[in-house]
């Protein structure tokens, strides 16, 4: 029989309160997408959704933090990106995409 090598135990994350609090707090910003704040935090987003619901019940009453209230906090980054929207021109089968100002995206399959 071939000795077993078991990998290293994860250890749990242990996140305070404070931290919780404003990352639920990043995900109330609107246009900001709850999957988005966790992956900028390096968290489960299924994680994040759970602590909004118990601070919904708990009651919380989360309110918004601006930027300039914690710069560092997730909901400052959050509302330092910019909002921009991309005007895209479709082309239809049998339209040339040769058109003057043109931008192609070329969309993988």
Known sequence: ML?????????????SPE??????????????????IAQRNQLNANLVRRWIKAAAEAGAGVTKVGAADNPSSPAAAATSLPAAFV???????????????????????
């Open 19 to 36: 931290f919780k609090s404003q990352v639920v707090t990043a995900c109330q910003v609107p246009g900001i997408s709850v999957a988005a």
């Open 3 to 15: 000795p077993t090598t078991q990998a290293p135990r994860r250890r749990r994350r242990y996140h």
């Open 87 to 109: 005007p895209v021109r479709v082309v239809g089968p049998g339209q040339s995409h040769q058109t003057r100002n043109a931008t192609v995206v070329n969309m993988p399959k």
